[in-house]
């Protein structure tokens, strides 16, 4: 259950974002054991002068995720790889227009609701 920020050039269709959106947490669930129904993600529509990436100037899609600590690289990898490849199907990203950071945190950096970090056993 990573939270996800995806940052996206503003001014695309509901359908464009849709599309990022469920690659995105399609390939959480694929390569990294998540369930389901456990989707938390921002979405960040951005003026393209305010989404700088290197010498890009057409689509180009960030994203950070923060989750807990844990997962093998080998998952992250396959995370990495899943993402462009679903990207490019649908909207048709380009793999290399697509920056991906992770930064990983403890169980108790973690409150859902009630100001309780559900992770942790008190």
């Known amino acids: 259950m990573p939270l996800v920020n995806i940052y996206l050039l503003k001014g695309r269709s509901r359908a464009y974002i849709k599309a990022i959106a469920d690659g995105v947490n399609k390939a959480v669930i694929d390569t990294m054991g998540f369930p389901d129904d456990d989707r938390y993600q921002v979405i960040h529509e951005c003026e393209p002068d305010c989404l700088e990436y290197q010498t890009r100037d057409t689509e180009r899609v960030m994203m950070h995720l923060v989750m807990r600590r844990g997962r093998p690289d080998d998952a992250k990898k396959a995370f990495y790889a899943r993402v462009v490849e679903l990207l490019a199907c649908d909207p048709g990203i380009e793999p290399g227009n697509v920056l991906i950071t992770i930064t990983e945190n403890n169980d108790i950096d973690w409150s859902f609701q009630d100001g309780?970090?559900?992770?942790?056993?008190?």
């Open 116 to 122: 309780v970090a559900q992770f942790c056993s008190e």
